[in-house]
């Protein structure tokens, strides 16, 4: 019998804060923001802030001489084009988050232990305020206790000096840490002779970082926030920029406004996709707003690839090609010219859910196109085809010459504010030999140069004993990773854990034998050093690079920023080796920046660039000068088969996706307005027709489960409230974290290794009929009368 989890025991509040029933539904939106998206932004502002710290904050926020939102990463206008008010509602969630005024200190701490901390919601634990003070959990405590900066960095480093090799460390990046800190965390690690440096780009673009360094030779936009404005087309596959990325509607207005067409492919039809209410406009605030999409093409999960492809046969078959642009700058033409030809129309209908009209009527607006921006976020990057697709939507670029043109180019949007920085600055644990090369000629070093792990490895390596230390640099690890269980287990078995954070979340309760929590600066604090005030750089999803500074008074005066704190752990674990002066990057962030310039390629006179109003655009040179840094030397056009991923009957493919009041594992409210839920988040969405053919009706109660043959283990999440939307048929979607137990750590994109949260095989049964497994093992009979079938793998079908 195969082996049961039940993986939400520690995940999910045993006492809830928040009553599911109190959860009710509304109409879902038709448009996004709008005057309720302003109501929202300042109740939530002068709620958590007061009205002082909101306008010292907001008013500053994405300004020229301000600080960058901690939130997305989409690009700034330039700085004579910025509005007074250059935010959307979740950037002033965000900064009301970082900037409240409630507190967390020692005696919170002592009241609560971590098993009681552990009991409530990632919701309840976010309104506890700002940690104050450095906190270590002893082996064997029940509780965290204060502890002084010194004797923190001192148990770091002994920790990290006992291990037997530094492989049995992993340094993880969170999307929210800047240039100066990523470069200083990345060469700590390295220093200390590992690679194993993961970030959360593993989980989100990896699969977009592998397929353009492979087709274009470098894994970034080809555009800036200039040609989205040109473009006579832009493509919007797999994104919700409403909730994900909201500034990105007022890109789109103008696009728009320009003459601009939009077709959207998503299985959802989002608000977002749909109509902008522009808060900064009389039209959008009493007026109908701006329609967006032109054309929306509800697709099935998964189906991407086919579609793509069977758009490439229709330009083939129209000739709609720039043969130009292909002879002087491409490889590979010719084969996929002839693999698209080939294309079994049968297959895509069936893998797309659309009609051979719907697909040509959408091929006719990319023929019709002298200029198309693709933009594409998690919908594409999270399948086991998830490089193949991007390939492909690479391929349709290159046919019609849209790289290195005004108004078009690629545009992966990213989702986290410098997750893009970070790995330009060496969070990667396969960066390139040309940057190692240039670290040991800077620093007089050689580096590791085996590759370390990724994300999903490093929980593997953990779970088998294989590694002992874990240091979070930011972020959410355990509620941001896939197979809860799984990842609770292994850093359960951590001997110390180590997070850099500035508020409490659920990976500071999920521990090692001891553990750490160390205080950090946020992005809205001022940041004084022994030379004086400092600022830091980030990097957005258009390669542009510009300084931020904060306004406010830091939450506690124990507080200390991420590149005080990263080189106090590097001095009490290396002392003097290699030289490197710490103390010094310390003190004066110049001299973190004056490295960054000769050791990161293009960022020569950094300091000076980056200064300047709006900053600087790193070099790209398919964007620049239609130039591709290949193996061929050349844009490689690429050939995949199309998969089909077969879902059995009684099964739906399930999306894990964010409400709209959430940004990544934070959770602000329990309010989505846009898709009318209200008051709670374990609900599942479900096409009316699915719900009667599984045997259910709106509002039933169900868990999810879900069978994964390579580990032979049923997962499930349970309780779950079925929502009527109007998604695919045979499709589901539901909120992450608590769906993130479903997905197998083993389930990933082929090249990439990033998580497949966006195509899960799961079956509706009725609630409390699943049998669950506890994390120690113990087997809770709540019913048995639900059956499953083994987990079908994809057909590929060419």
Not at 33 to 42: D, T
Not at 131 to 137: F, G, L, S, W
Not at 347 to 357: D, H, I, M, N, S
Request: hydrophobic share 35%.
């Amino acid at each position: 019998m195969a082996t049961a989890r039940f993986p939400l025991e520690k995940g999910t509040p045993r006492v809830r804060d928040y009553d599911e029933s109190d959860l009710h539904i509304e109409k879902p939106k038709t448009h996004a923001a709008g005057p309720v998206a302003v109501a929202v932004s300042l109740k939530r502002a002068l709620g958590h802030m007061g009205p002082v710290r909101t306008a010292k904050t907001l008013l500053d926020l994405n300004q020229a001489e301000g600080f960058d939102c901690m939130s997305c990463a989409w690009p700034d206008p330039d700085p004579g084009h910025r509005h007074a008010a250059e935010f959307c509602e979740n950037g002033a969630k965000a900064v009301a988050e970082e900037a409240t005024t409630t507190r967390a200190t020692p005696e919170f701490f002592a009241r609560h232990s971590v098993e009681e901390l552990d009991s409530h919601s990632e919701h309840w634990l976010g309104q506890q305020g700002r940690i104050t003070h450095p906190m270590v959990k002893v082996a064997g405590g029940s509780h965290y206790e204060p502890i002084e900066w010194d004797d923190a960095f001192r148990l770091i480093g002994d920790e990290l000096k006992s291990l037997t090799s530094p492989h049995e460390a992993i340094f993880y990046t969170s999307g929210r840490a800047s240039n100066e800190s990523a470069f200083v965390y990345q060469l700590f690690a390295r220093a200390f002779g590992t690679n194993n440096l993961p970030d959360c780009s593993n989980m989100c673009h990896e699969s977009t970082s592998i397929a353009l360094q492979e087709t274009i030779g470098i894994g970034k936009a080809s555009v800036t926030l200039d040609d989205v404005y040109d473009a006579e087309l832009i493509v919007l596959a797999g994104q919700n920029p409403g909730t994900n990325h909201p500034r990105m509607l007022s890109a789109l207005e103008k696009a728009k406004q320009n003459g601009a067409k939009i077709l959207s492919i998503n299985p959802l039809r989002e608000a977002g996709l749909v109509n902008f209410k522009n808060p900064q406009t009389p039209r959008g605030m009493v007026g109908p707003g701006t329609d967006l999409s032109d054309m929306h093409l509800p697709i099935k999960l998964n189906g991407d690839l086919a579609l793509f492809q069977a758009i490439g046969s229709l330009l083939v078959e129209w000739d709609a090609l720039d043969h130009e642009f292909a002879r002087q700058y491409t490889a590979g033409f010719d084969q996929w010219r002839e693999h698209v030809r080939a294309v079994d129309w049968n297959v895509v209908v069936a893998a797309t859910g659309l009609t051979r009209e719907q697909i040509t009527d959408a091929a006719k607006m990319l023929r019709d196109s002298k200029a198309t921006v693709f933009c594409w976020a998690m919908g594409l990057t999270q399948h086991r085809n998830a490089v193949a697709t991007i390939k492909e939507v690479t391929n349709l670029a290159l046919a019609q010459g849209n790289i290195g043109r005004p108004g078009a180019g690629l545009l992966p949007v990213r989702g986290h504010s410098n997750v893009q920085g970070d790995r330009t600055m060496g969070i990667w644990e396969r960066v390139p030999e040309h940057f190692l090369d240039a670290i040991e000629k800077e620093f007089g070093f050689d580096p590791p140069r085996e590759h370390g792990l990724d994300t999903v490895d490093s929980i593997r390596a953990m779970r088998d004993g294989k590694a002992h230390f874990f240091l979070g640099l930011g972020g959410n690890f355990v509620q941001a990773t896939p197979d809860s269980s799984v990842t609770f287990d292994a850093m359960r078995g951590m001997r110390m854990t180590v997070h850099i954070s500035t508020k409490i979340n659920r990976s500071h309760l999920v521990t090692g034998d001891v553990a750490l929590i160390l205080p950090t600066l946020g992005r809205t604090e001022k940041d004084v050093q022994k030379t004086g005030p400092q600022w830091i750089s980030v990097e957005d999803s258009t390669c542009s690079v510009h300084s931020s500074r904060g306004p406010l008074k830091p939450a506690s005066e124990h507080l200390r920023s991420e590149v005080a704190i990263l080189t106090g752990i590097a001095e009490a674990t290396l002392g003097g080796r290699h030289g490197i002066a710490w103390k010094s990057m310390r003190e004066n962030y110049r001299n973190i920046r004056a490295h960054i310039s000769r050791v990161v390629p293009g960022c020569e006179g950094y300091e000076v660039n980056v200064r300047r109003p709006g900053g600087f655009v790193l070099p790209h040179p398919p964007r620049d000068s239609r130039t591709f840094e290949t193996d061929s030397g050349r844009g490689n056009f690429t050939t995949s088969p199309i998969d089909v991923l077969h879902v059995p009957d009684g099964h739906l493919l399930l999306q894990t996706l964010r409400s709209h009041d959430q940004f990544n594992t934070t959770i602000y409210g329990l309010s989505d307005r846009y898709r009318g839920i209200e008051g709670g988040r374990r609900v599942v969405f479900v096409h009316r027709e699915d719900i009667a053919a599984l045997g259910f009706e709106n509002g039933d109660f169900v868990d999810l489960v879900t069978r994964w043959d390579d580990d032979d283990v049923d997962r499930c999440a349970p309780s779950f409230r079925i929502v009527e939307y109007d998604t695919p048929r045979g499709c589901a979607a539901a909120y992450y974290p608590e769906t993130n137990p479903l997905v197998p750590l083993d389930s990933t994109a082929t090249d990439s290794n990033c998580p497949t949260s966006k195509s899960v095989v799961v079956q509706l049964v009725p609630a409390g009929s699943a049998v669950s497994t506890d994390s120690n093992g113990t087997q809770d009979e709540v019913g048995s009368d639900w059956s499953h079938k083994s987990h079908p793998q994809p057909h590929h079908l060419s």
